[in-house]
């Protein structure tokens, strides 16, 4: 199929798109990498009346340093996520699992903010955003917002974003010095999204204990999981084989996933004691070899 008639418009810059934004609102999507966009076009799952491409606006297509945050333009690629020195040594997380992503043309394409603004359950950058706490930048020709991710996910492709709004940056706190991560997935194929995902950070403290965790899973919920509640189990404990593997049951044990006849509720659960375990034990002998 092809898709159904619609008005192209290419604004130069951020402001021509807020005011294409402003004057079309539902009427409008988006186009950043298209990656997503695509095919729901092709396959007549979205309808515009207006298609707005973002691609000329180069204004989106960075990373600096904003006080102790990295803000990254909401055009930002995969791609350079996953290569750029300065997102591998300030959100090694980030670097890691946007490596992950698809294929090397998918991430040639892919965007940051459309990644966050389509808000695939089981995608690598929005788990990234709420494990990190990241802050997503919203701009209309009303003024600018910022929401945490963890909000601005609200349910599976459903985000908190106005119909003339565009998320223009995020803004991710800067990993600690010592601060180890991990990024873990499985798939059916490499490519694929994941059936279930985790992303963690780590730090200990001198006598090897769990000083601080933050840990977050995608694909088994409508948003990316944030547990908090084992994030405070772990602390103070020794990060070795039988405390990953205490650590990887207690998460299985905080969700819920959907009951689907191709991927069951308990082999997701299977998958996450896993991945965490892994996860952890990984991260832990990061954290051990920088100490």
Known sequence: MKPAPFTYHRPANLREALELMARYGAEAKLLSGGQSLGPM?????????????????????????????????????HHRLATAPEVSR???????????????AIRQRGTLGGSLAHADPAAQLPLVAVTL??????????????????????????????????????????????????????????????????????RRDAAGAVSSLRLGLGGVGPVPLRLSELEAEAIGSQIDEAAAARLGRSAAALITPEDH??????????????LVARALLR?????????
Do not use: C, K, W
């Not at 300030?90 to 090397?104: F, Q, S, V």
């Open 41 to 77: 076009l092709n396959m007549r799952l979205a309808r515009p009346a207006h298609l707005v491409d973002l691609n000329d606006m180069l204004e989106m297509d960075y990373i600096r340093e904003v006080g102790d945050r990295i803000e990254i333009g909401g055009l930002t690629r």
């Open 133 to 202: 706490g990241a802050e997503v930048v919203l701009r209309s020709t009303r003024g600018e917002r910022d929401v945490p991710a963890s909000e601005f996910l609200q349910s599976i492709m459903t985000v908190d974003l106005a119909d003339d709004e565009i998320v223009t940056a995020l803004r991710f706190p800067r990993q600690a010095e010592g601060e180890a991560s991990a990024f873990e997935l499985f798939s059916r194929r490499h490519g694929d999204f994941a059936i279930v995902s985790v992303a963690l950070t780590l």
């Open 283 to 291: 991260a832990a002998e990061q954290e051990g070899a920088a100490a």
């Open 261 to 274: 006849p191709e991927v069951p509720a308990a082999y997701r659960r299977e998958l996450v004691e896993t």
């Open 90 to 104: 300030d959100l090694p997380l980030l670097a890691e699992a946007a490596r992950t992503i698809g294929h090397y």
